[in-house]
């Protein structure tokens, strides 16, 4: 057997020596691949959205389909469908609970996000129906199905293929499969959500069959999901996946309240070093909130962080800098991105716990404190942008034009902590302490 090939030039070497690239299908077998590149068969035709498609199939249009235990189909046509964009703001969406669910907020994994939307209602509100029942999870096997992708076809894909389900919830009259994400995908296969519900529309057919698609993400530290209901118009259409609803929910626990003098004696992290007064121009604390999580995750260089966000890598070292001065996360060796200390503790703590470490943090910044400090002395007069553009220019090394701009940056901030404490009230202009 040969060496393991990389990803992209194993299929380069399938396709030049085992596909007649005339042809709209192309069969794979393990055999095929194993004896060609040394990789194992499920590794190579993991394809889960067109961003993961290897170049030799995108040239020449083939998409991957399993139709058969060891074999897979290269079929010609678009196997994949693009989120459509929801609409903003989301909805808030306030759990009732009699207790936090403490176990669900330690990691970042798709079970436990659905897991949490299950517990605190969120999947029947969405569904529009009570008394769902949690009742599939996990790989299945396929009946056989004939399907047709386009005018290519018929394909036939025989029984015991595997198939899975990450969430499956019973109605009385229903069933709801749901793939589920961390992140938010461009776009998704659409095997995803036509095998399973194939599968379960044969055998149940007594039942309506509901396909979604889930992503979970996290915004100032609080959990956002997002629904996409789809119906498949025919059932024996591949490319039938139509969207039904979608919406997104900010879930919107009680939050902890705190004043600014609170705020200003949450001692947390060393001492600010004096060039934290060149405040970098990360707009976003959601995104410096999110920053040891995708650390934590892997995505852990400017390059990875920028194609995670969709901007420049320049932009993604600014939100690197701001966890920086904040203490959670330093630079290493090759410009990778590592967990402090108070990084690790971060990502280990429940969501609510995580917003008051930050807000306590960010207090301790010193353009934050200086303008928190100010707004105790001014009281209802509050703080305007050019006092904050003021201090940052008195302390700071960064050129005359530029304090202006990150007093904007430092307001931004103090929105996200207006959000997560109730401690400051923030206009366009500036900010004051909350009454009350």
Request: glycine residues 8%; proline residues 5%.
């Amino acid at each position: 057997m040969p060496m393991v090939m990389p990803f992209e030039a194993a299929w380069e070497k399938i396709i030049r020596e085992r596909v007649d690239t005339t042809r709209d299908l192309a069969t794979i077998t393990k055999a095929d691949i194993e004896s060609a590149t040394g990789n194992e068969l499920r590794l190579m035709a993991k394809v889960d959205s067109s961003a993961e498609l290897p170049d030799a199939l995108r040239r020449h249009g083939y998409f991957i389909l399993p139709v058969k235990n060891g074999e897979y189909l290269l079929v010609r046509g678009d196997g994949f469908h693009v989120l459509e964009a929801l609409p903003e703001p989301p909805t808030i969406f306030r759990p009732e609970l009699d207790f936090e669910l403490t176990t669900l907020s330690i990691g970042n994994s798709e079970s436990q996000h659905l897991d949490y939307s299950y517990h605190v209602g969120l999947i029947e509100h969405f569904a529009g129906v009570a008394g769902l029942r949690q009742t599939i999870r996990g790989r299945k096997r396929m009946p056989t199905i004939e399907f047709h992708v386009g005018t290519i076809g018929p394909i036939r894909s025989e029984a015991g293929v595997q198939v899975e389900v990450d969430l499956g919830c019973e109605g009385r009259d229903e069933i709801i499969l749901i793939e589920a994400k961390v992140g938010q995908p461009r776009d998704f296969i659409i095997r995803q959500l036509y095998y399973p519900y194939r599968k379960w529309r044969m055998e149940i057919p007594g039942k309506r069959i509901r396909p979604w698609f889930f992503c979970s993400l996290e915004m100032a530290g609080r959990r956002l999901y997002r629904f996409w209901e789809y119906e498949i118009s025919n059932e024996t259409q591949y490319c039938s996946l139509h969207l039904k609803r979608d919406e997104s929910f900010l879930i919107d626990p009680k939050v902890k309240r705190l004043t600014v003098d609170q705020l200003l004696h949450l001692h947390r992290g060393a001492t600010a070093a004096a060039q934290h007064w060149n405040v970098p121009q990360a707009d976003s604390l959601w995104r410096v909130a999110e920053m040891p999580l995708l650390v934590n995750q892997g995505i852990n260089t400017a390059a990875k962080v920028a194609l995670h966000y969709g901007f420049d890598p320049r932009q993604s070292s600014y939100y690197r800098q701001a966890a920086e001065f904040l203490g959670l996360v330093t630079q290493g060796d090759r410009g990778t991105y590592k967990l402090t200390g108070l990084g690790r503790e971060y990502v280990l703590r429940p969501s609510d716990e995580r917003r008051e470490l930050l807000a306590g943090l960010l207090a301790q910044f010193p353009p934050v404190r200086a303008a928190l400090e100010l707004a105790v002395r001014a009281g209802s007069r509050g703080v305007s942008r050019q006092e904050i553009a003021d201090l940052i220019a008195r302390h700071s090394t960064i050129s005359s034009s530029t304090p202006a701009r990150r007093a904007s940056t430092v307001l931004s901030w103090l929105r996200w902590m207006q959000e997560a404490t109730g401690a400051v009230q923030t206009t366009e202009s500036g900010f004051s302490p909350s009454l009350g």
